[in-house]
Antibody, heavy 123, light 110 residues
Framework: EVQLLESGGGLVRPGGSLRLSCPASGFSFNSFAMTWVRQAPGRGLEWVSGISDRGGSKYYAASVKGRFTISRDNSKNTLYLQMNSLRAEDTAVYYC????????????????WGQGTLVTVSS | QSALTQPASVSGSPGQSITISCTGTRNDVGLYNYISWYQQHPGKAPKLLIFDVSDRPSGLSNRFSGSKSGNTASLTISGLQPEDEAAYYCSSYTSSSTLVFGGGTKLTVL
């Protein structure tokens, strides 16, 4: 059974930083792309960032490019999202999700999701 | 990248069929067959229903089906059941190698 367990969320002031982690189990982690998707309170899904299976290709939404960095450690089966220069509009539940493919050209569809971690950006 | 356009809400009675549309542009929905649909119940993580326009994950009910014409993709749910009441989101790969979601559609089973 695939398991994804996000952590690292919390309350942070505008301009601050947070690092989210998502340890994975139940599948061959180094064979699949991974992604972060967020959902602001009461709003829809917004794709944030994706990374290919070996970490060689990274993709970002325009809204976070230059502020967020996605990475993975295949030796630890863990996905990360480093979030800097946080803004109020970054407040959301952040989900990590497993892609069906390896992500060589992008992330496309997500067949397993974690339960999410809440990030609140407020003074 | 603007969100794909979905109706805010749809409704149907048990046993009926409904269709949710998802309209994009020639740079996303119209360009690739990388359209996915997700179901999300309140307080839960999304669940993949359809990938590559019309393929279903193993074990998923065939009451869910997908299609595409031009810049518009569609999800059809047949034989509506009370447990289908949820939010539904489409997504598409884009020419910028990014992904875009639709705004979401709330399905009410009357």
């Amino acid at each position: 059974e695939v398991q994804l367990l996000e952590s690292g969320g919390g309350l942070v002031r505008p301009g601050g930083s947070l690092r989210l982690s998502c340890p994975a189990s139940g599948f061959s982690f180094n064979s699949f792309a991974m992604t972060w998707v967020r959902q602001a309170p009461g709003r829809g899904l917004e794709w944030v960032s994706g990374i290919s299976d070996r970490g060689g290709s990274k993709y970002y939404a325009a809204s976070v490019k230059g502020r967020f960095t996605i990475s993975r450690d295949n030796s630890k089966n863990t996905l990360y999202l480093q979030m800097n220069s946080l803004r109020a509009e970054d407040t959301a539940v952040y989900y990590c999700a497993k892609d069906r493919g390896n992500g060589d050209y992008g992330v496309i569809s997500f067949d397993s999701w974690g339960q999410g971690t809440l990030v609140t950006v407020s003074s | 990248q603007s969100a794909l356009t979905q109706p805010a809400s749809v409704s149907g009675s048990p046993g009926q069929s409904i269709t949710i549309s998802c309209t994009g542009t020639r740079n996303d929905v119209g360009l690739y067959n990388y359209i996915s649909w997700y179901q999300q119940h309140p307080g839960k993580a999304p669940k993949l229903l359809i990938f590559d326009v019309s393929d279903r994950p193993s074990g998923l009910s065939n009451r869910f089906s997908g299609s595409k014409s031009g810049n518009t993709a569609s999800l059809t749910i047949s034989g509506l059941q009370p447990e289908d009441e949820a939010a539904y989101y489409c997504s598409s790969y884009t020419s910028s190698s990014t992904l875009v979601f639709g705004g979401g559609t709330k399905l009410t089973v009357l």
